[in-house]
């Protein structure tokens, strides 16, 4: 896929798309980051050779990890660090589910309830 594509699919079709769903506050952003990724509304900054040969002006990057511009490589240096992390030994990954109905309730407040999931015996009296 050429680079741009998925940036000129959400500049062409997220507005549409977003009048007929209620959008978290998290995905809000991240279209909004991926719409304006190396652009001049994230600014600009200027590459120069010392000699003063060249000067290139490169626009910022919005550096989300949903955007496929640039959060691509961030995630491929952050699985690198999760992997220099891990324990060179056997380990099982546990998946906790909830019900559907909660979903809603967690996505706007995921800290309290990811804590309450996780930490269910905080907070209750002997």
Not at 54 to 74: A, D, F, I, Q
Request: charged share 30%.
């Amino acid at each position: 896929m050429k680079p741009g594509i998925v940036q000129k699919i959400f500049k062409d079709h997220f507005e549409a798309y977003r009048k007929t769903r209620v959008l978290g506050r998290r995905r809000y952003h991240a279209a909004g980051n991926i719409i304006t990724c190396r652009t001049s509304e994230k600014g600009y900054h200027i590459e120069a050779c010392p000699n003063g040969d060249y000067e290139v002006l490169m626009h910022n990057s919005c550096k989300h990890r949903s955007c496929p511009l640039c959060g691509s490589t961030e995630t491929q240096l952050w699985l690198e660090r999760r992997k220099r992390q891990a324990l060179d030994c056997r380990y099982f990954h546990a998946v906790i589910n909830m019900s559907h109905d909660l979903r809603p309730l967690w996505r706007y407040n995921r800290k309290v309830f990811t804590n309450k999931r996780y930490h269910p015996g905080i907070g209750k009296e002997s």
